[in-house]
């Protein structure tokens, strides 16, 4: 599912921020390179899913009998069945071995007195060789209907993936869904579309798909300073507000008022397999409210909150992105201004450190944001570490932002 890869990628990105395990830098890589392998749209969106069995047996395009392995890479299925515990009779069903490890590879490359590149070296050449094999296999089904929630996912997960790695292509990437997303679901009024198919945009946007492209296209702002992506973020949320809230619970409705009445009309408050719409929605004004100076938003999410408490008590688990706003109103974040010819460079040298709660903006003009007035310095790329905004003295060198950050 797309939704879970999408997902996954955010994760790895803050571990390996805050940890700096290669095994989770790996596991980013190489998801998003079978998401661009596999669910990539030639025009940037991408695709839902693909089915988990083929021919009729879960499973069946992507596990390896034992001789298989022994017949494709000879000499090396040794040590590669041993890193891979795979045996005649299977770690998986019906002796079939699912490619699955123990050892981390830098054990394994000692283990075998090896270096860490010379393993990843046969690694590379091991894959290659099954992946000629596996494409010979009758694929999985795929659903290639293209659903604008979970793009946003996947959109937040590759501009997540750009801000802990610096890998330019990364943004490019997200870049690209971005402009997918606005040229063929958003309308001139920010009604958004649910759906696309075979060239065609259809059936009305839910808070999801709201609230999650909201919070991507702020996400993008923060990996990319492009202005253009936090006011599109602004327009859906000013839609949203206008079509889906429900002013007796001052929560979000999970369909448009312009959508045909329902029996009863519903929200949607608790998580599930993706954050919930109500929680995403709140914690997107939130940031908006900072960004733009609007109170207004401010209190839509501390209302929401504030309404939603006692079911956070009683099923917190069901709860856990509502409480990761919590801590935001508990810790007011720090706003972090870089402006200046170089402040994308900055932006990524700051986020090699985990800073969950930091609110980024910058670039090389003002565009129209009260925190960034007054503060280019021709010449220089000037770091301002504010809070409430009222910021402290501009730093140029990220280890002396990243000490005011520190500062109580």
Known sequence: ML??????????????????????????YQ????????????????????????????????????????RLLGDESEWFSELFTISKTGNWEHGKNVLHRKLSLERFAKKQKWSIDSLNEKLSSAFSILMSERDKRVRPGLDDKILTSWNALMLSGYADAYLAFGEKRFLDKALQNARFIKKHMVNDDFRLWRNHKNGKSNIN?????????IEAFIKLYQASFDIEWLKLADGLAQYTIKHFYNPENELFFYTSDLDDPLIARKSELSDNVIPGSNSSLAKGLFWLSIYFDKPHYLGFAKNMLHNIFPSISRSAPYYSNWQMLALKFAFSPYEVAIVGKDAQQRLLEMNRSFLPNVCFLG??????????ENKLVKGRTMIYVCFNKSCQLPVEKVSEALKQLQEP
């Not at 939704?3 to 989770?24: E, G, M, R």
């Not at 661009?36 to 596990?63: I, P, Q, T, W």
């Open 31 to 70: 998801t998003l390179e079978f998401i661009e392998r596999e669910m990539l749209d030639e025009n940037g969106g991408f695709y839902s899913s693909l089915d988990a069995d083929s021919e009729g047996e879960e499973g069946k395009f992507y596990v390896w009998e034992k001789n298989e392995i022994d």
């Open 205 to 213: 946007a839910f808070l999801d798909d709201y609230s999650l492209s």
């Open 363 to 372: 670039g090389y003009k003002e565009d129209g944001l009260s925190l960034l």
């Open 3 to 28: 939704y879970d890869n999408a997902q996954l990628v955010s994760l790895y990105s803050h571990a390996y921020q805050l940890t700096k395990k290669p095994l989770y830098k790996h596991v980013v």
